[in-house]
């Protein structure tokens, strides 16, 4: 046997100790101090990092401090999907946390399994003023008869526009109002150094505006049977493949697409971006690093505005201890007053939730101050709400898939691909 | 009562061996198998009996078919390449000086780093617009690659990963397998006038083979199993191109909720990686020579 390999050992030691130190930053800085009548820890998990993770930080050290009986714990889970399966997986090991979020397509899927508790007896005792609640955004907190969750980070997809390109072009820098105004911005953004029009992921969240905006829905209304094969759902991928081929809208693919969609807007190689306007307070200060002005729009209209609501509610995980569930139910509960909600709207760029927190004096200035901000709020007159069959996570996978396909693969027709996912969906929402 | 003792012994020696074994391989192998023959979605207290519904529907699901393929270019290429690449690396560092004892270290240092770091690492350098690779092809003009981004590269991509992060351990073992072997017979061929590669042929590959049989199994059901560079690299996209059966297993599992119909999948997964594993060893270890 030989010596042992110096230069080994030195990798390995390194090595450890990049994971040592990697491992500390981890720690969070739990509330430690004991207090005299012992309050209640309960655990709150959240998706997202950035801003929104800051915003959720911040909101819980609030309650904390504006309370002694309950610590809330708060924990990051990553994206909605990692979320939803953490949430899941902590369930069925009799983990779970107290309160949690769920995406609000997968409101059914959680209420549906008995994940979710109902939420109407503590509304009812508390008389919350449901009313106060802006209503396109309660459409997905109905599951059955019971309310399931209250309204937290909110959104609309709307239209980012790169105003300093637009003044450049020659174009009215409020962006697009109609599809064919859009395509007219795109082609006259396009260039030979391979800046775009348009940046955009293949995204069910907004295959479903463009359907509705063409007059048409992604599901019927029981949502047992799939009508993107229709018209409307045709129309939009044919759009879509239109500006492809005459190369206006580049289509990222992969894991990374909507990442890649932000670098090109914010590298000024596309005018125009659909996101959340959760990305508003990002974009703002990103765009001002980079040197240029950034204006939002509705998403355009084809036959009539149109848009899905999105972003999470705040649920409550079943089967705790009915203590442990009150202070669940008080953390929610404060978490969706109108101050904490004109906090968090400020915070990000997610809607506010309450009617009374749209006309507080404190939006208003901010809608004068950054007009940016008003266009989610006003567009919610055109949202809807989305699917909440429990099976729509899946759907929205086949659907993916064959949009992806029809633009990018090139050897189906939109038409001929919607209808295979059609089918293939059907037999899932049934 | 003494003899019964004798009798006894051995199996109160390896009771808590062979307790760990049972709770944390046997029991869950059989509960899987059980839930395949069910419906159930994690949470809800009735698990619904389908008989083998599961196991048809699997049987026409065009992505779990794809995945089974994907599963079967990934291991052929990820295993052949790693094993080509790591004895000729093997052969050429197997030297005894500082300089070829820090390629040793440096290369092998892949096999230590965690597979997340690796699998951030990667997409960084694989990045279609701003990546170091795409950068290198355009500086030698050659043309520019989707990676990770097309469905048409996503899958060798991902190959390409997993014999960097392979190919110094398996290189590590190799040459502990060809410092065993006695220099006395290189020196009798050499008498012989035997030429490098009749001497590779004859003596060092018969006599590596054993090690080699190792690496070869243990690499196949690890790239069977590959699974964290896909879920932080691709998610099994895009177009389904980079999912593998395990991250099938994952998505149906814990994205979709259907137990039944994932823990189905799990149960080809075992038996395929069971006959595979069975003729692997009729078939080649008659090859082996051991010493």
């Known amino acids: 046997m030989r010596k042992p390999n110096f230069y080994l050992l030195v990798i390995s030691m390194s090595a450890l100790m990049l994971t040592a130190c990697g491992e500390n930053e981890g720690e969070s800085t739990e509330a430690t101090e004991s207090l005299s009548n012992d309050p209640i820890e309960i655990e709150y998990w959240y998706a997202f990092g950035d801003k929104i993770g800051e915003n959720n930080e911040a909101l819980v050290e609030q309650f904390n401090e504006v309370q002694d009986d309950i610590i809330v714990h708060a924990h990051y889970q990553g994206n909605y999907e990692d979320l939803h399966s953490q949430t899941q997986a902590s369930i069925a090991a009799g983990n779970a946390p107290h309160v949690t979020l769920n995406e609000i397509a997968s409101m059914g899927a959680f209420a549906e399994a008995g994940m979710t508790e109902d939420l109407t007896s503590y509304i009812e005792e508390d008389n919350i003023d449901l009313n106060d609640f802006v209503e396109g955004l309660m459409g997905n907190s109905y599951i059955g008869e019971g309310i399931y969750g209250l309204p937290y980070l909110r959104s609309t997809p709307i239209l980012y526009v790169n105003k300093t390109m637009m003044e450049e072009a020659g174009l009215d820098s409020s962006g697009p109002e109609t599809w064919e105004e859009f395509e007219e911005y795109a082609r006259a953004l396009t260039n030979d150094e391979g800046g775009v029009g348009m940046t955009m992921p293949v995204n069910i969240w907004f295959y479903e505006a463009f359907v509705k905006q063409s007059g048409g829905s992604v599901l019927n209304d029981d949502e047992t049977e799939a009508t993107f094969n229709e018209a409307p759902g045709v129309a939009a991928v044919e759009f879509i493949q239109r500006m492809h081929d005459e190369g206006t809208i580049k289509v990222p693919t992969g894991d990374e697409a909507g990442q890649i969609a932000l670098q090109d807007f914010t590298n000024q190689n596309a005018g125009m971006v659909f996101s959340s306007t959760a990305d508003l307070t990002n974009y703002l200060s990103i765009a001002e690093e980079a040197g240029f002005e950034v204006n939002t729009a509705f998403m355009p209209q084809n036959e009539q505005y149109g848009t899905p609501t999105g972003g999470a509610n705040l649920v409550m995980v079943s089967g705790h201890p009915e203590e442990e569930k009150m202070a669940a139910w008080e953390f929610i509960k404060w978490m969706t007053e109108p101050e904490q909600t004109i906090t968090a709207s400020t915070n990000t760029g997610y809607l506010p939730m309450r009617e009374s927190a749209i006309e507080s004096e404190e939006m208003e200035s901010l809608y004068e101050q950054v007009p940016q901000y008003k266009v989610a709020v006003d567009q919610l007159e055109y949202a809807g709400p989305r699917p909440l069959n429990a099976n729509y996570a899946q759907a929205q996978n086949i659907l993916n898939d064959a949009i992806t396909s029809a633009l990018i693969e090139d050897n189906q027709t939109p038409q001929e691909a919607l209808d295979e996912a059609a089918e293939r969906i059907n037999s899932l929402l049934k | ?291």
């Not at chain 2, 009996?49 to 079967?72: I, K």
């Open chain 2, 1 to 291: 009562m003494n003899h019964l003792w004798m009798t006894l012994r051995p199996y109160t020696m390896i009771a808590p061996a062979l307790l760990v074994f049972l709770l944390f391989f046997i029991y869950p192998i059989g509960y899987m198998v059980y839930l395949s023959f069910h419906d159930w979605n994690f949470i809800s207290p009735d698990k619904n009996f389908v008989g083998m519904n599961n196991y048809r529907a699997l049987y026409d699901h065009p992505e779990f078919l794809q995945s089974v393929e994907n599963t079967v270019i990934f291991t052929l290429l990820s295993v052949v390449i790693t094993t080509v690449i790591a004895l000729l690396l093997a052969l050429w560092i197997n030297k005894p000086t500082k300089l070829y004892g820090f390629v040793q270290g440096a290369i092998f240092s892949p096999h230590i780093i965690s597979l997340v770091s690796i699998a951030m690492l990667w997409m960084w350098l694989m990045d279609p617009q701003y990546g170091l690779l795409n950068w290198l092809l355009e500086l030698f003009g050659l043309p520019q690659s989707e990676w990770l981004a097309s469905p048409d590269t996503a899958l060798y991509s991902l190959v390409i990963v997993a014999i960097w992060k392979s190919v110094g351990f398996n290189t590590l073992i190799l040459i502990a397998g060809l410092q065993s072997i006695p220099s006395y017979l290189y020196e009798a061929a050499e008498l012989d006038q035997s030429s490098t590669f009749t001497s590779f042929l004859k003596i060092t590959l018969p006599l590596i083979s054993p090690t080699l049989f190792f690496l070869v199994i243990i690499n196949v059901i690890s790239s069977f199993q590959v699974f964290e560079t896909i879920d932080i690299m691709t998610q099994g996209g895009p177009l389904n191109s980079t999912s593998t059966l395990v991250y099938f297993i994952y998505e149906y599992g814990f994205r979709f909720f259907q137990l039944g119909y994932a823990s189905a999948a799990g149960v080809v997964l075992l038996i395929v990686l069971s006959i595979f594993t069975v003729l692997y060893f009729l078939l080649v270890s008659r090859r082996v020579h051991y010493q």
